[in-house]
């Protein structure tokens, strides 16, 4: 009987090793930390649980951007 499992996918295996020798941006920019925290303060008073996350995450990031890394 033979092997079925994993499938040989050679496609993957090419963009992979071409997401390796990509060049890859030296420095992200990130908004500033008093915008960050304004688009937060509006994410809480409209109770929207899904920007609050993203704006909270997004102010950790840029005001610590070890984390993450």
Not at 7 to 35: C, F, G, K, M, Y
Not at 43 to 66: F, T
């Amino acid at each position: 009987m033979k092997k079925k499992w994993p499938v040989p996918r050679p496609t993957e295996n090419a963009a992979l090793r071409a997401i390796d020798r990509a060049r890859r941006p030296a420095r992200r920019q990130v908004p500033h930390v008093p915008a960050l925290m304004a688009a937060l303060v509006d994410a809480v008073a409209q109770q929207d649980r899904e920007g609050i996350c993203l704006a909270s995450h997004r102010v950790v990031r840029a005001a610590a951007p070890e984390v993450g890394r």
